[in-house]
């Protein structure tokens, strides 16, 4: 194997973890900007990526332009998928 292939195969672990990381960070930056919450919050709050994604996809329900019963409707046919992110943030709150 060549010298590069090696470096980056004894690397790639770290290499991963850093994108990772630069990569939730982003997330969670973006977050923030549409909230109250800061970058902090949101990451110790959703440190997981997917938990972040439902966050997101929470708010999106909720700033919809749709009437009230829609968004209800919405939120509670995907309870199950929200119910950790909901619990969370009313965890924060309360």
Sequence with gaps: ????????????????????????????????????????????????????KKLAELMQIVKSAENRNSKVNEIVGRAEEFSGVILKLLGKFV
């Excluded at 630069?22 to 959703?46: N, P, Y």
């Design 1 to 52: 194997m060549s010298k590069e292939l090696d470096e980056l195969l004894e690397d790639f672990d770290e290499l991963s973890a850093k994108a990772k990381k630069d990569a939730d960070e982003e997330v969670a930056g973006r977050i923030s900007s549409v909230t109250t919450m800061t970058k902090d919050e949101i990451t110790s709050l959703f440190p997981k990526r997917g938990d972040q």
